[in-house]
């Protein structure tokens, strides 16, 4: 028998082990002769034998043999789709040809930086132009450390940015009047653009940029709360808004505090002040409040709100009760 009747027995007996195996659904094998033509005798004559020997050759399998047979066919397909895999690799979407990628990168091109959770709120600000992040972040701590300070709002704001700016204690004391007076608009400081650069600013635009984000900082941390009309503060953050209401409750010269806030994710909120403090938490988002009675008139109480998926520390507030 030749190599193309061999190689039609080989095709006949795979076909009838598969699943489908019933040999009156094989309907066309189409052969060409190497030399071109087309031999229909001699395919009918090679099918008609192939069918024959594969049908005896069927029958003297033993059931065991069978699972054998299907075995190698699959490994010497695993190995054939193995080989034109090494020899002709496939190529990602975006390639038009094998392409080499080192292993390791000795300078990322991107470098992901998670932003702080609570420094968002840098975007809430009225500033002409953001101060960079690590900057900002410095800031917040040092106004956040300066609310319950007894000192002038003049005096606090020097404080908060004079470790950016050393030996320009003068520069900033005018400059903080400036921003006192609200003439931070002025032609004289010609600020830049919105869609400037901080790098980019002249030192005393640098200054005057800082100081204005300290005193914003400033007022939103310290909440003036009256017995006559609750006070309502908002914090964007990472995981999404917190708002803050305060009540105040006047009973003679001696009132109390009810606070209540709405986390964006689970935390805590905690009011403390006159040696006594009051902390309620949940494992879910949602609404906390707490407490705080026997509270005096122009007082400081200290106000902290911790957010578990935000992992720094937490928020704080000055909370001062007025008449």
Same mark, same amino acid.
């Given at each position: 028998m030749n190599s193309d009747s061999e190689s039609l027995q080989h095709y006949f007996l795979s076909w009838l082990l598969t699943d489908s195996g019933n040999?009156?659904?094989?309907?066309?094998?189409?052969?060409?002769?190497?030399?071109?033509?087309?031999?229909?005798?001699?395919?009918?004559?090679?099918?008609?034998?192939?069918?024959?020997?594969?049908?005896?050759?069927?029958?003297?399998?033993?059931?065991?043999?069978?699972? $054998?047979?299907?075995?190698?066919?699959?490994? &010497? *397909?695993?190995?054939?789709?193995?080989?034109?895999?090494?020899?002709? #690799? +496939? /190529?990602?979407?975006w390639e038009t040809q094998i392409t080499d990628y080192p292993e390791y990168l000795d300078e990322p091109a991107v470098v992901l930086v998670p932003t702080w959770g609570w420094a968002v709120q840098q975007s809430n600000l009225d500033l002409p132009i953001l101060l960079p992040d690590s900057?900002?972040?410095?800031?917040?701590?040092?106004?956040?450390?300066?609310?319950?300070s007894s000192s002038l709002l003049g005096p606090k704001l020097i404080q908060a940015?004079?470790?950016?700016?050393?030996?320009?204690?003068? $520069?900033?004391?005018?400059?903080?009047?400036? &921003? *006192?007076?609200?003439?931070?608009?002025?032609?004289?400081?010609?600020? #830049? +653009? /919105?869609?400037?650069?901080?790098?980019?600013?002249?030192?005393?635009?640098?200054?005057?940029?800082?100081?204005?984000?300290?005193?914003?900082?400033?007022?939103?941390?310290?909440?003036?709360?009256?017995?006559?009309?609750?006070?309502?503060?908002?914090w964007l953050t990472s995981l999404g808004v917190l708002n803050l209401r305060v009540e105040y409750q006047l009973q003679g010269q001696v009132g109390k505090l009810w606070i209540q806030g709405d986390l964006p994710s689970k935390g805590s909120i905690k009011i403390q002040g006159n040696g006594s403090q009051i902390k309620a938490e949940s494992s879910t988002p949602g609404c906390l409040s707490v407490e705080l009675g026997g509270v005096q008139l122009?007082?400081?109480?200290t106000l902290t709100i911790e957010l578990k998926e935000i992992d720094q520390q937490?928020?704080?507030?000055?909370?001062?009760p007025t008449s």
């Open positions: 040999p009156r659904d094989f309907k066309r094998i189409e052969r060409k002769d190497t030399h071109g033509a087309e031999n229909l005798l001699q395919v009918t004559t090679a099918l008609a034998s192939s069918y024959r020997e594969a049908e005896t050759k069927l029958q003297t399998f033993q059931l065991g043999e069978i699972p $054998t047979v299907q075995e190698r066919f699959q490994a &010497v *397909l695993k190995r054939r789709l193995q080989c034109q895999t090494e020899s002709q #690799p +496939p /190529l990602f979407p900057i900002f972040r410095q800031l917040l701590d040092k106004c956040q450390a300066l609310i319950t940015v004079e470790n950016f700016f050393p030996n320009e204690f003068q $520069t900033l004391n005018n400059l903080a009047g400036v &921003v *006192l007076t609200g003439a931070t608009r002025s032609k004289k400081l010609k600020l #830049p +653009p /919105l869609e400037g650069d901080y790098a980019d600013l002249q030192l005393r635009q640098q200054m005057l940029l800082s100081l204005l984000a300290a005193k914003q900082l400033l007022e939103s941390l310290t909440l003036y709360v009256s017995s006559t009309e609750p006070l309502t503060r908002q122009n007082q400081t109480y937490p928020l704080s507030f000055a909370i001062i």
